[in-house]
C-alpha cells in the first residue's frame, strides 16, 4: 500500500511539473537530459543553516553541497547531497523545477521549485518524511531569494519542519 502511494505521488509530481512546462512537448524529460546548451547556467549550492520549528533534542547540524543547472527558459534541474536532521548521508535528485526572477518589490527577487526523488531518511528514521519507502521518498521544496551578480541567496521551505538557508554561486 504505501509502495503504491508513493509511486502515485511521484507520477503526480512529474504529470504536475510537465504542466509547469507545456511550452515544449519533451519539457519534463528534459531534468533527464545530461547535455548543455548553450545559454545554460551552472551554479554550486551549499547550505550552512537549518532551522528545525520542533527544536527537538536529537537533531543534528545539517550541511548541503549540490550542483543546479537552469536552462534559458528558466527550468531548473540538479542534485544535492546532505546530511539529513538525524546525521544520516541523504540525497536529493531534482529533474523538474522552475526559476521566477523579478517578482514582488525588491529587485533581483526569485521564486523557485524542485521537485524529485529524496533518499537518505531510513530506520529509525523512516516515518520523519511522508511517503518514504526504503530511504525512498518524492519530495517538493518551494524557495524564496535574492539573486546579486554571480550569487543567490535563498530559504528553502522544508515542508512543515522547518526552513534552510542556501547560498548558491554561478560556476560559468
Known amino acids: 500500500m504505501k509502495k503504491s502511494i508513493c509511486i502515485i505521488f ?64 528558466g527550468m531548473l534541474t540538479g542534485v544535492t547531497f546532505f546530511t539529513n536532521s538525524f546525521g544520516q548521508p541523504s540525497t536529493y535528485i531534482f529533474p523538474w523545477g522552475q526559476m521566477y526572477r523579478d517578482i514582488g518589490w525588491i529587485p533581483g527577487m526569485y521564486f523557485k521549485w524542485t521537485a524529485g ?24 521544496i518551494p524557495a524564496l531569494g535574492i539573486e546579486k551578480s554571480n550569487w543567490q541567496v535563498q530559504v528553502n521551505a522544508l515542508g512543515t519542519n522547518g526552513f534552510m538557508l542556501q547560498i548558491n554561486r554561478k560556476i560559468n
Not at 504529470?15 to 554550486?44: C, I, M, P
Not at 518514504?132 to 519530495?139: D, E, L, V
Open 117 to 140: 526523488l529524496l533518499y537518505g531518511y531510513v530506520a529509525p528514521y523512516e516515518n520523519k518524511v511522508p511517503l518514504n519507502h526504503n530511504g525512498y521518498s518524492p519530495a517538493a
Open 10 to 73: 511521484t507520477v503526480l509530481l512529474a504529470w504536475v511539473a510537465s504542466l509547469a512546462h507545456a511550452q515544449e512537448a519533451s519539457a519534463w524529460t528534459d531534468g533527464f537530459n545530461l547535455s548543455s546548451k548553450k545559454d545554460d547556467e551552472y551554479r554550486f549550492m551549499f547550505s550552512p543553516y537549518t532551522y528545525h520549528f520542533s527544536g527537538k533534542d536529537g537533531h543534528k547540524d545539517v550541511w548541503l553541497v549540490g550542483v543546479e543547472r537552469e536552462r534559458e527558459n
